[in-house]
């Protein structure tokens, strides 16, 4: 979710147009501190905002909603680990031991995700590198509502089924293999 929020910063700001490199910003990793928490937009608050004249300060807290260098660098941040996250899940999901404790639909669905998180970090960098033009960051912004869509499947794919759910897996299992669910007025368990 405040993946999304970062997003809509990094557009609203233009921030892309910052540094349109990949994965270095500037030729580094990360820019200079001082860009990352600019005193410019830690600047004063009004005198009719504050009880002392002025002199106090809104913090450097507006970085990460006001500088677009920051925006940018959080949102990369984000992603990053999103990705990384997202293969870690893809990775585990192939162990045997794993394989065996999830339940049918997991495993196609940490491979969707992981799937539309490449997607999505080649649309990011593309948009990124070709100065963002429209049509790649309306594709890039489609992008994040199929990730999150994808990664609350996953979710759901991942939780117990109910009660009646299992009742009704019960039910067609039994159908399946020629069995009636009832026998001697007990429930056959077969799961």
């Known amino acids: 979710m405040a993946f999304g929020f970062l997003g809509a910063f990094v557009a609203g700001l233009d921030a892309g147009l910052v540094y349109n490199e990949f994965p270095l910003m500037g030729g580094r990793l990360a820019p200079p501190l001082s860009e990352l928490l600019s005193p410019h937009y830690a600047a004063p608050a009004s005198s009719s905002n504050s009880k002392d004249g002025g002199s106090s300060s809104t913090g450097l807290w507006r970085n990460f909603f006001e500088n677009p260098t920051t925006v940018q660098f959080d949102h990369r941040v984000l992603a990053t680990t999103t990705y990384l996250a997202t293969a870690l899940l893809f990775a585990s999901s192939r162990r045997a031991a794993m394989r065996a404790a999830l339940p049918p639909l997991a495993l196609p669905m940490a491979t969707a995700l992981f799937a539309m998180a490449n997607v999505q970090v080649m649309l990011g960098i593309s948009t990124l590198l070709y100065l ?17 869509t994808t990664a609350i499947h996953v979710l759901l794919a991942l939780r117990r089924p109910g009660a009646a759910a299992r009742a009704w897996r ?8 020629g069995v009636t669910p009832m026998t001697a007025g007990k429930p056959q368990i077969n799961l």
């Open 132 to 148: 963002v033009p429209v049509p790649l960051a309306a594709a890039h912004q489609a992008g994040s509502v199929a990730l999150l």
């Open 170 to 177: 019960r039910v067609n299992l039994a159908r399946g293999a």
